[in-house]
T-cell receptor
Framework: DQQVKQNSPSLSVQEGRISILNCDYT??????FLWYKKYPAEGPTFLIS?????DKNEDGRFTVFLNKSAKHLSLHIVPSQPGDSAVYFC??????????????FGKGTLLTVNP | AAGVIQSPRHLIKEKRETATLKCYPI?????VYWYQQGPGQDPQFLIS???????DKGSIPDRFSAQQFSDYHSELNMSSLELGDSALYFC?????????????????FGPGTRLTVL
């Protein structure tokens, strides 16, 4: 049972445009959400996170939105750059609620930003 | 900034052999996590340690064991290797306290060890 779902395996956008990556979750105990970026043969690199007490967190070109009632979050990248091309993983944890912050990952979305 | 170090980066073993993967967390990070990522799959949580004690356990086979040492590095020991154990193994670390540029809510991953079982 996939508790974190990224339903789009791939996304292609033009340089300078907005990239929107989506993520849905089913476990209502999740209260901390993270996005990681991964290049081939490298480990996941932390991008941005959001706590369930917020609905938006922004860091430079990256913004994460959380809709708790819909159990949905999204990552917006504006403007998109060719160097953003990578696999993006959505991850969730029960955080302060227990489970020692272990992460449950989605299957990832391959973002390709075309020059 | 310092990162999580994993060794070896690549490992090739035969079926039924044993393997030991090592993880050196970011300095002042006292919690270590192990994840397994099969081909085309998402990373799956295996096991975690906090202050040298096992803190949580996921889908880790009984053939695998792990520990965290006094210097906070961790080792994942894998015995009776099977073909299905071929995967990327990631270690991540997290700080328990503040005072560092790292968030206490976030795990920081190493580059991974690619294990191939022939």
């Amino acid at each position: 049972d996939q508790q974190v779902k990224q339903n789009s395996p791939s996304l292609s956008v033009q340089e300078g445009r907005i990239s929107i990556l989506n993520c849905d979750y089913t476990n209502s105990m999740f209260d901390y959400f993270l996005w990681y970026k991964k290049y081939p043969a490298e480990g996941p690199t932390f991008l941005i996170s959001i706590s369930s007490i917020k609905d938006k967190n922004e860091d430079g070109r990256f913004t994460v939105f959380l809709n708790k009632s819909a159990k949905h979050l999204s990552l917006h990248i504006v403007p998109s750059q060719p160097g953003d091309s990578a696999v993006y993983f959505c991850a969730a944890s029960e955080g302060s609620g227990g489970s020692n912050y272990k992460l449950t990952f989605g299957k990832g979305t391959l973002l390709t930003v075309n020059p | 900034a310092a990162g999580v170090i994993q060794s070896p980066r690549h490992l090739i073993k035969e079926k039924r052999e044993t393997a030991t993967l090592k993880c050196y967390p970011i300095p002042r990070h006292d919690t270590v996590y192990w994840y397994q990522q099969g081909p085309g799959q998402d990373p799956q949580f295996l096991i975690s340690f906090y202050e040298k004690m096992q803190s949580d356990k996921g889908s880790i086979p009984d053939r695998f064991s792990a520990q965290q040492f006094s210097d906070y590095h961790s080792e994942l020991n894998m015995s009776s290797l099977e073909l299905g154990d071929s995967a990327l193994y990631f270690c991540a670390s997290r700080p328990a306290g503040g005072g560092t540029p790292y968030s206490t809510d976030t795990q920081y991953f190493g580059p991974g060890t690619r294990l191939t079982v022939l």
